[in-house]
C-alpha cells in the first residue's frame, strides 16, 4: 500500500545577513558541530583504545570516559543507584554525569538536548536539508498516522523505564552494575557498530535513507531518549512564547517549525516534540515577538535576549560535567589490566545478560 503522503515544511530561503535575532541559529550550529566533532574523536580514541585490548595488545591511548554517553540504560540504572544508595556508580560515573547533564538542560529549557547538543539530531536535520535538496520537500505521513507513529518513541522509553524504575528490584539493579557484563558493556556497544550484522545494516540503512525523505523519522518517531527529554520539556520554565498583540499572522513561524507545530496559534509552546531550535524564532519577522522565556520575564531585556535560552541550556550541561569531574566522579574504577583481561575473553557467556539478569562473578568491592 502507498502512503499518502504529504509536504509540510517550507525551508526559507538562506539567510541575506546576520541580525541579533540570527546570531542564535549561528551559536546553534557552532554547538551542534562542535559537539559532534567531540563526540567523533571519543569514537576515535575509544576505537584506538578497544581494539588493541581485543587482540592482546596494550593500547596506545586511554579509555576515553565520554564513550559512556552510549549508554543511557546503563546511566539510568546509575541514577536509580545514586537515589537508592546515595553513591555514584563507579563503573561508569561520566555516564551518568552526561545523563544528569541532559536531562538538566532539557527540563529547564525544554528538549534543548535535541537541538544544541545531541549529535544524531543534526544528522538528522542535514539528512532531511538533503531531502530538501533532492526531491524538493520534505514529506510527514498524514495525520492519522503520524499521531500513532510518535507514540512509538513513548512507548520505547515506557518500557526502558519499567524494566529500570520498576520490574528490577534496588538489590537486582545493584546486581546488573557490578556483573561482567556491565564492565564490558561499551565494548560490547563498540562491536556492535563495529562488527555489525545484517540486521544491523539494514535497519540503520532505512532509517538514514529514509531520513533524507521524511525529516527526522528516528527523532520523531523512535527515540527513546527524545520521549524523555521530550516528557522533561514539559515541565520546563522556558519555552517559545509568543506574544499575540504584537503577532501579525503571518505564518513564518509555522513554515519553518521542524516540529510542525503550529507555532502562530500558540502563546507558549508547550508540546514535546519542540526542541527550542529557536527556528521559529529566526524566522519571525517581528522583533520580540517570539521568544524563549519564563511565563512571565523576569527582566525582560535578559530574557528577551536569542541567545540567553541557548546559554543557559548549555551552561547548564557544563557544570554538571564540570561539577562531577570536580568531585572526581568521571573516570571508571576499572584497572587496564582488568580491561585487558575480560576484553580477550568477551565471547565468554559470562558476559551475556538475559532481560535484564546478568551473569554474576566475585568481582572486587565497588
Ligand atoms: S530525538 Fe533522540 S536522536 Fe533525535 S536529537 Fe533528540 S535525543 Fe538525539
Ligand atoms: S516551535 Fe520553534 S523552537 Fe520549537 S521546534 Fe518549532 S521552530 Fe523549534
Ligand atoms: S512569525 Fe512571528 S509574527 Fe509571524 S505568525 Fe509567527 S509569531 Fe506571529
Same mark, same amino acid.
Do not use: F, G, N
Given at each position: 500500500m502507498t502512503l499518502p503522503l504529504t509536504p509540510v515544511i517550507a525551508f526559507r530561503p538562506a539567510l541575506r545577513q546576520s541580525t541579533p535575532v540570527e546570531k542564535v541559529l549561528k551559536l546553534r550550529r557552532v554547538i551542534q558541530w562542535t559537539m559532534t566533532a567531540v563526540v567523533l574523536l571519543i569514537g576515535v580514541q575509544f576505537s584506538l583504545w578497544v581494539m588493541p585490548h581485543l587482540a592482546g595488545r596494550w593500547p596506545s591511548v586511554s579509555r576515553p570516559p565520554g564513550v559512556e554517553s552510549f549508554l543511557p540504560i546503563d546511566a539510568m540504572l546509575g541514577l536509580r543507584h545514586l537515589i537508592h544508595e546515595g553513591t555514584v556508580d563507579a563503573i561508569h560515573p561520566a555516564g551518568l554525569a552526561i545523563f544528569i547533564g541532559i536531562c538538566l538542560m532539557s527540563v529547564v529549557v525544554a528538549k534543548s538536548f535535541c537541538s544544541y547538543l545531541c549529535p544524531v539530531g543534526l544528522l538528522s536535520e542535514l539528512l532531511g536539508r538533503l531531502g530538501i535538496r533532492l526531491v524538493g520537500r520534505t514529506l510527514t505521513p498524514p495525520r492519522w498516522l503520524d499521531i500513532p507513529l510518535r507514540g512509538l518513541k513513548f512507548l520505547l522509553f515506557g518500557f526502558f523505564a519499567w524494566a529500570v524504575w520498576y520490574a528490577m528490584s534496588p538489590r537486582e539493579v545493584e546486581a546488573f552494575l557490578a556483573s561482567p557484563y556491565a564492565r564490558v558493556v561499551d565494548a560490547k556497544m563498540w562491536l556492535f557498530f563495529a562488527d555489525p550484522t545484517r540486521l544491523t545494516i539494514a535497519v540503520l540503512g532505512i532509517l538514514v535513507v529514509g531520513s533524507i525523505f521524511v525529516r527526522d523519522l528516528w527523532c520523531r518517531y523512535l527515540c527513546p531518549y527524545g520521549a524523555l527529554v521530550g516528557l522533561l520539556g514539559r515541565f520546563a520554565p522556558l519555552k517559545v512564547t509568543? *506574544?499575540? /498583540? =504584537?503577532? %501579525? *499572522?503571518?505564518?513564518s513561524c509555522t513554515d519553518v517549525c521542524p516540529a510542525r507545530l503550529q507555532v502562530h496559534t500558540m502563546q507558549r509552546v508547550a508540546s514535546i516534540e519542540c526542541t527550542s531550535c529557536q527556528d521559529c524564532v529566526v524566522a519571525c519577522?517581528? /522583533? +520580540?515577538?517570539?521568544v524563549v522565556r519564563p511565563?512571565?520575564?523576569?527582566g525582560r531585556r535578559v530574557w528577551l535576549r536569542p541567545v540567553t535560552a541557548t546559554l543557559v541550556a548549555v551552561g547548564l550541561y557544563l557544570v554538571v560535567i564540570v561539577g562531577f569531574q570536580a568531585a572526581g566522579?568521571?573516570? %571508571? +574504577? =576499572?584497572?587496564e589490566e582488568e580491561y585487558h583481561r575480560r576484553l580477550q575473553e568477551l565471547d565468554s557467556p559470562l558476559y551475556t545478560h538475559v532481560g535484564g539478569t546478568a551473569m554474576t562473578e566475585e568481582v572486587p568491592k565497588r
Open positions: 509568543r *506574544d499575540p /498583540e =504584537i503577532c %501579525t *499572522d503571518c505564518h519577522p517581528v /522583533e +520580540s515577538c517570539l511565563p512571565k520575564p523576569l566522579h568521571w573516570h %571508571t +574504577s =576499572i584497572t
